[in-house]
């Protein structure tokens, strides 16, 4: 069954610093897609990167970076030079392919990133 | 500004009661989607329409409904409230129903609806 595991509840990351969110996957499907969002404490939710399975390189977003080790069935993001507003809960995300015409994604259960001044 | 609105924000409303959450999509995007978020379940996947047809059924109780309008807006119907419907609701859209590039068919998601049931 498709499943997203994140397993780091809360991390704390260093102004200025980088840091690393964990993401792994569990699917059957050959093509499937991965995401990234962020969750401010204001509630909404704001895309932040995208990695297809078939695509070559990592993703990279400005800041934003995607750690893609298919083999491994991981998806990690990483956050260069982190900023007092990158504090945030992060959520993993997958969507497969066209099986069974469902669309929606599955998310993992977050990880809350707080960056300190 | 992802470009989906919802309204209310917020809404507080007692057991029993039926309420309607409204979606607009971005500009363009064919599909919309709800999701619920909760403390104990996290976010899950309600609903898919696409151009006015539904094409994907998560967790939806059968107590909830929806549906899409001609003018591509969707409202969330929740009835027979109960306390553990409290969450944040949220709309996304995308552009495409699918298709080659399905993978890459990127979500935006809305502010969400806050709703409380005392």
């Known amino acids: 069954a498709q499943k997203i595991t994140q397993t780091q509840p809360g991390m704390f990351v260093q102004e200025k610093e980088a840091v690393t969110l964990d993401c792994t996957y569990d699917?059957?499907?050959?093509?499937?897609?991965l995401f990234w969002y962020k969750q401010p404490s204001s509630g909404e939710m704001i895309f932040l990167i995208y990695?297809?399975?078939?695509?070559?390189q990592n993703a990279t977003e400005g800041r934003y970076s995607l750690n893609f080790q298919k083999a491994r069935k991981s998806a990690n993001l990483v956050i260069s030079a982190s900023q007092l507003g990158d504090s945030a809960m992060y959520f993993c995300?997958?969507?497969?392919?066209?099986?069974?015409?469902?669309?929606?994604?599955?998310f993992g259960s977050g990880t809350r990133l707080l960056v300190r001044p | 500004d992802s470009g989906v609105t919802q309204t209310p924000k917020h809404l507080i409303t007692a057991t029993g009661q039926r309420v309607t959450l409204r979606c607009s999509p971005r500009?363009?995007?064919?599909?919309v989607y709800w999701y619920q978020q909760s403390l104990d379940q996290g976010l899950q996947f309600l609903i898919q329409?696409?151009?006015?047809?539904?094409?994907a059924k998560g967790n939806i109780l059968e107590r909830f409904s929806a549906q899409q309008f001609p003018d591509l807006h969707s409202e969330l119907n929740l009835s027979s409230l109960e306390l553990g419907d409290s969450a944040l609701y949220f709309c996304?859209?995308?552009?495409?129903?699918?298709?080659?590039?399905?993978?890459?068919?990127?979500?935006?998601f809305g502010p969400g609806t806050r709703l409380t049931v005392l």
């Open positions: 699917t059957s499907d050959q093509s499937y897609g």
């Open positions: 500009s363009g995007d064919l599909s």
């Open positions: 996304a859209s995308s552009t495409r129903r699918g298709g080659a590039e399905v993978n890459a068919d990127t979500q935006y």
């Open positions: 995300a997958m969507r497969e392919g066209l099986r069974d015409s469902s669309y929606k994604l599955i």
């Open positions: 329409y696409y151009n006015g047809e539904e094409r």
């Open positions: 990695q297809g399975s078939y695509d070559e």
